[in-house]
């Protein structure tokens, strides 16, 4: 089992910057690709951004050149850089990490709260 623990969320005016952290616990051999997605009330949960173990990634379009996405070099935690902030972006984050050995295993955290004010 992988636990998954966020932090950064909070409150910030429009503009601003946010850096969310995700933290992997236990067993984490085999994970091979980290992401961030988000979601607001009644919206299904969307990707906002991922990479893979080879450092490659893949941003959400409304996310592109705003955010980045960013692992450790234990590749242990994930880390998700929120620049020039809208309230459009306003949501719960979550965080995902995929475990590969002998089949696909997601595993998430609880999510936390990123509000945008205008």
């Known amino acids: 089992q992988v636990q998954l623990v966020e932090s950064g969320g909070g409150l910030v005016q429009a503009g601003g910057s946010l850096r969310l952290s995700c933290a992997a616990s236990g067993s984490i051999f085999g994970i091979n690709v980290m992401g961030w997605y988000r979601q607001t009330p009644g919206k299904q949960r969307e990707l906002v951004a991922s990479i893979t173990s080879g450092g490659d990634t893949d941003y959400a379009d409304p996310v592109k050149d705003r955010f980045t996405i960013s692992t450790n070099n234990a590749k242990d935690t994930v880390y998700l850089q929120m620049n020039s902030l809208k309230p459009e972006d306003t949501a719960v984050y979550y965080c995902?990490?995929?475990?590969?050995?002998?089949?696909?295993?997601?595993?998430w955290g609880k999510g936390t709260l990123v509000t945008v004010s205008s």
């Open positions: 995902n990490m995929i475990q590969r050995i002998f089949r696909r295993v997601d595993f």
